[in-house]
């Protein structure tokens, strides 16, 4: 039954994608090379050699300051102009937000050569990003197979500090190498990527920390169609791990997503992994106490064996 059910959520994988794929060819054409879109630039073009759309706060141009930057991963056969409210939302929150124009990303290939075009950006004195990027707060993030790409994208690349998967399909074997905090989102009416099938089971096999949500009544393109209910939570959880930001963390640790209505079948686990706020919170209080336990061994070898000279002094 269950392979059945696999062959069937295939099946209406490829149709979606072909739907998908007429979709982003018709507004992949409307792009330009910038646009202002207000507190936010879009910037960049899929015709001639380009391979990015990237959007960045507005404020960055006249910013001294260093900026946090959001990996994008896009469905099978779609473009990153299908995704243009969400990633636009991301952007207008205070991230940079780089988007491939992979569309076979599965393996977080594109997603790694994202960051080291961005950090080349950082170091070329033309670019509008010179000297504004922070190497140390690195995200990705994605839809479908897009999803899949940055869960394996931070499994091999240690520069991404956390990702978010929309309705990600994700194997558990895949999952179970991640030890990066992980958001998974999916919809109670994906037919597409079956929940049961893919996101809950790469929920499951995650060692780090991770939380699961599912849009009450949402289907495979819901984020596409209205990124609204995912902009507020994919910057949230950002928030959390590359800003360090309780406030934010209290949204997933206390009753935020929980008590959401629009969001059903909240699952939580392993939050306290990493230290947000002081140096006795989450991952970095047994830091703190590896440290401490090695001191005390060190203090102990000392006096055995100042103790042990004096014995011999004695005789």
Same mark, same amino acid.
């Given at each position: #039954? ?9 099946? +209406? #994988? ?8 007429? %979709? &982003? ?17 879009? #910037? ?24 946090? *930057?959001? *990996?994008? =991963?896009?469905?099978?056969?779609? %473009?990153?102009? +299908?995704?243009?409210?969400? +990633?636009?939302?991301? @952007? ?30 950082? #170091? ?14 690195? &995200? @990705?993030? /994605?839809? !479908?197979?897009? &999803? ?38 999916? /919809?109670?009416?994906? +037919? ?17 920390? %991770?939380?699961? =949500? ?35 963390? !209290? *949204? ?22 990493? &230290? ?40």
């Amino acid at each position: #039954m269950k392979k059945l059910l696999i062959r069937l959520s295939a099946l +209406l #994988m490829a149709v979606s994608i072909v739907f998908q794929a007429k %979709a &982003g060819q018709t507004e992949t054409k409307a792009l330009g090379g910038s646009v202002d879109m207000g507190n936010v630039i879009q #910037m960049g073009t899929f015709e001639g050699t380009s391979h990015y759309i990237v959007f960045y706060p507005k404020a960055l141009e006249s910013s001294d300051q260093t900026w946090p *930057v959001a *990996v994008w =991963a896009n469905g099978t056969m779609c %473009a990153p102009a +299908l995704y243009t409210s969400l +990633l636009a939302g991301v @952007a207008e929150q205070g991230y940079v937000v780089v988007a491939s124009s992979d569309v076979m990303s599965a393996d977080g290939k594109s997603q790694r050569e994202a960051i080291d075009w961005i950090f080349d950006q950082s #170091m070329d004195e033309e670019s509008v990003f010179c000297g504004k990027i922070d190497p140390q707060r690195i &995200g @990705a993030f /994605g839809h !479908s197979q897009g &999803g899949r790409s940055s869960v394996n994208a931070a499994a091999a690349d240690s520069r991404i500090s956390c990702i978010v998967s929309i309705a990600g399909s994700s194997y558990g074997s895949e999952a179970e190498k991640l030890s990066t905090p992980a958001l998974f989102l999916t /919809g109670s009416k994906d +037919l597409v990527v079956l929940s049961s099938l893919w996101v809950k089971p790469a929920y499951n096999k995650c060692k780090g920390p %991770a939380v699961y =949500a599912s849009l009450d009544g949402g289907i495979h393109t819901s984020v596409i169609l209205n990124a609204d209910p995912y902009i507020h939570y994919v910057t949230q959880w950002f928030n959390a791990w590359l800003n360090n930001d309780s406030d934010s963390m !209290s *949204v997933f640790k206390g009753n935020g997503l929980r008590q959401d209505k629009a969001w059903k079948d909240y699952q939580a686990k392993n939050l306290n992994a990493s &230290g947000v706020g002081s140096v006795f919170s989450g991952g970095s209080f047994w830091k703190f106490a590896s440290i401490a336990e090695l001191v005390v061994i060190v203090l102990l070898v000392v006096l055995f064996r100042k103790g042990g000279k004096n014995d011999r002094m004695a005789v």
